[in-house]
């Protein structure tokens, strides 16, 4: 979702320029169909034959500039299938995993910004100035007919997504029931609670069934990715974690109530809806590492027990207040 201005930012100011994207299969399944762009699907999951796949597709390519936008030791690898003279990479500050060993040339270097504009580097390397904060609808008229039969009319609708990749980022399943029962009392909300279909994420959908009183629509493990995306194209508000539905949200401008503790918001809050997020992340440095947010490495996650408790209820429900009198 962070490369989707990127790439629309390059389409615009560099029109003569192909764009090819390397990218996994399940990300792909979200973007698939993105116009002008050529996609590339490399699927990790298979090991060293996914390896040798990507090797195979590529072995009679030739491109100008790779934009190694990611400094995993996976990433480094897959690059190894591309042919570029110019391969343009994260500043030393922000390189991991031998980052600067497959790339010779790094972006600006910055210290504290979101992660979005830190891949406006790499356009800024390519000499393009201007940035273009556009994500375009990731679903199409089949999945949109998929959300409007499982949300039908105008009634507002809250979106609750509460689990992310990892489990010390969720929010407690106690407290979700209590804010879908207050969004349901207070605005007149239906409230439809999605995610996959790990055991983790049966078990939250569970407890949240379980405590709160009124009727909540279970759509957990039940979608795809673009199904995911026009539900909450629909919805009039999100609640989720540091997660990737956050992120879904900019594509249909759905503001995002975001519950950061664990980690930066600062960093990696939804980009469209920074003023609706609930930050308790500098509290829990102070706690958890005895330290300032100034004083620690940017991108710092304090992923431990108990960290997300630290927001509570009663402050989720007043911004949720807040963000439905305001009209956004």
């Known amino acids: 979702m962070h490369l989707l201005p990127i790439v629309h930012t390059i389409k615009k100011f560099r029109q003569n320029t192909k764009i090819a994207w390397i990218i996994g299969r399940a990300e792909h399944a979200l973007v698939a169909g993105l116009p002008g762009v050529e ?3 490399f699927d990790k999951a298979e090991g060293p034959a996914g390896y040798l796949g990507l090797a195979r597709k590529l072995r009679r390519r030739r491109f100008d500039a790779l934009l190694l936008m990611q400094y995993s030791m996976r990433a480094h690898l897959a690059s190894l299938c591309v042919r570029a003279p110019l391969r343009i990479g994260f500043d030393r500050a922000r390189s991991k995993d031998l980052h600067g060993c497959f790339v010779n040339r790094r972006i600006k ?5 979101h992660v979005l504009d830190g891949m406006f580097g790499f356009t800024e390397a390519l000499g393009i100035g201007e940035r273009q904060l556009h994500w375009p609808r990731c679903y199409g008229d089949d999945e949109e007919a998929f959300a409007q039969r499982h949300l039908p009319g105008a009634q507002k609708t809250l979106l609750i997504s509460p689990c992310s990749s ?4 969720n929010w407690p399943a106690p407290r979700c029931a209590e804010v879908a029962d207050y969004a349901a009392r207070r605005h007149a909300m239906r409230v439809v609670l999605t995610g996959g279909g790990s055991a983790i994420e049966r078990q939250y959908r569970d407890a949240i069934a379980r405590r709160a ?3 909540i629509i279970d759509l957990v493990g039940r979608t795809t990715l673009r199904q995911l995306a026009a539900l909450i194209a629909r919805a009039d508000a999100v609640v989720a974690p540091d997660s990737g539905p956050a992120h879904i949200a900019a ?5 995002v109530i975001g519950l950061y503790a664990a980690t930066n918001p600062d960093r990696a809050a939804p980009r469209l809806s920074r003023q609706w997020c609930i930050n308790r992340y500098p509290e829990t440095v102070r706690a958890e590492l005895g330290k300032a947010v100034e004083d620690i490495a940017w991108g710092t996650k304090v992923e431990r027990p108990g960290v997300m408790e630290r927001i509570t209820t009663a402050e989720v429900c007043a911004m949720l207040d807040r963000l439905m009198e305001s009209g956004d």
């Open 213 to 215: 009183r009124g009727e």
């Open 251 to 255: 594509c249909s401008a759905t503001p």
């Open 166 to 169: 990892h489990p010390l980022r």
């Open 39 to 41: 996609f590339i699907v």
């Open 109 to 113: 270097a910055c210290r504290r910004e």
